[in-house]
């Protein structure tokens, strides 16, 4: 069974361009979370989607957005890039709510670099 | 901020010793999880421990959760080269269902 993908694994932009990172989960799954992790840092919670909606957002300014596809497959967009978005965007998957047993199963994450 | 927070931040040990990590939170939970990360990689779950336990073991890995005290432990017994990574705990809040929350993680050393 494939796990969780992401693309680009590396990309790099300058500031203030836009950035797209895509994610495709495990079949089954519904839920799609993404986080940031700055070198060397833990993980920022950035947003949850469930069943297409986004149900839960962390502290980042409105320049992160993001979608899920009907697919359950997700998309991350980072506007008006800025230095500090430099930074290891990973994707995770879960089990619907009710069949959510709270483990997370990542991906190998998108690593962005804004020049 | 309830995120979890490790505690050493960093742990260099000789193979063959025993690694404990320790993990201090801030509100009620759900469960606690923790993760292991090698360099600049995905993470990967290697143990869940909900609100109502003590204590659980998988293979050489033992959690232990004082809710009371909000902090829980994670221990590698007899430690391998292999298990050189960042490991993380990650809690779920009561009430802010599905927003995880990562600590900034232990950088462990096993030297061979």
């Known amino acids: 069974e494939a796990g969780v993908t992401q693309s680009p694994t590396h990309l790099i932009k300058t500031r203030g361009q836009q950035a797209t990172l895509r994610c495709s989960p495990i079949?089954?799954?519904?839920?799609v979370y993404w986080y940031q992790q700055a070198l060397g840092l833990g993980l920022q919670f950035l947003l949850w989607?469930?069943?297409?909606?986004?149900?839960n957002r962390g502290n980042f300014p409105p320049r992160f957005s993001g979608r899920q596809f009907p697919n359950y497959s997700s998309e991350l967009n980072v506007n008006a890039l800025e230095l500090e978005d430099s930074a290891l965007y990973l994707c995770?998957?879960?089990?619907?709510?009710?069949?959510?047993?709270?483990?997370?199963?990542f991906g190998e994450g998108s690593r962005l670099t804004v020049l | 901020s309830q995120q979890g927070e490790e505690d050493p931040q960093a742990l260099s040990i000789q193979e063959g010793e025993n690694a404990t990590m320790n993990c201090s939170y801030k509100?009620?939970?759900?469960?606690l999880q923790w993760y292991r990360q090698n360099s600049g990689r995905g993470l990967v779950h290697l143990i869940l421990?909900?609100?109502?336990?003590r204590e659980k073991h998988s293979g050489r890995l033992r959690v232990t959760l004082d809710t009371s005290k909000k902090s829980s432990s994670l221990l590698i017994t007899a430690s391998r080269a292999a298990d050189t990574a960042s490991y993380f705990c990650?809690?779920?809040?009561?009430?802010?269902?599905?927003?995880?929350?990562f600590g900034s993680g232990t950088k462990l050393n096993v030297k061979p």
């Open positions: 995770a998957s879960s089990f619907p709510a009710g069949r959510h047993t709270g483990e997370l199963f």
């Open positions: 079949s089954g799954h519904t839920s």
């Open positions: 989607y469930d069943e297409g909606e986004e149900r």
């Open positions: 509100t009620s939970i759900n469960n």
């Open positions: 421990i909900r609100s109502n336990e």
């Open positions: 990650a809690t779920d809040a009561l009430d802010n269902f599905n927003k995880f929350y």
